[in-house]
């Protein structure tokens, strides 16, 4: 079954993340996998569209996240969405490599607002921060 890789530029989020070993007490992640498609969803609404470059860097630890994963998590829905906005054709939309590639890309661009947010506004506020993108939506550049 095809995996989702984590950008590189999610270093600094991990600890967000419940189930990192780092995790802080103000975790918003539950796992990974919600932290990616958070990612994802935030980056397709801040390219309006699929993404317009291609993530190329991934993390080693953690390692690619198997769809199965997202599946099980109730994650699949929305990156399943994602991808039919990415690719006009539901046969493409619905093949696994292209809704991998989509997703990773997207998720990079969202990863990069959240670090901007995370140094700008601070750790202690990056969960507000998630907070108000989620009530009403990112704003443009932080």
Sequence with gaps: MAAIRVPSNATDLLPFCQRDEHARPDACFETY??????????????????????????LKTPGPIDLGIFRSQGLFSQLLIISMMCHP??????DEANLVRSIEDLAEAGLEEMCM??????????PEVL??????????GI
């Design 89 to 94: 054709d539901n046969d493409a939309a619905l």
């Design 33 to 58: 996998a919600h932290m990616l498609a958070i990612a994802a969803c935030l980056g397709y609404r801040l390219a309006s569209g699929p993404a317009s470059r291609s993530c190329q860097s991934f």
């Design 131 to 140: 907070a108000g993108w989620i009530a009403e939506g990112p704003p443009t």
């Design 117 to 126: 947010a995370l140094t700008s506004k601070g750790a202690s506020s990056f």
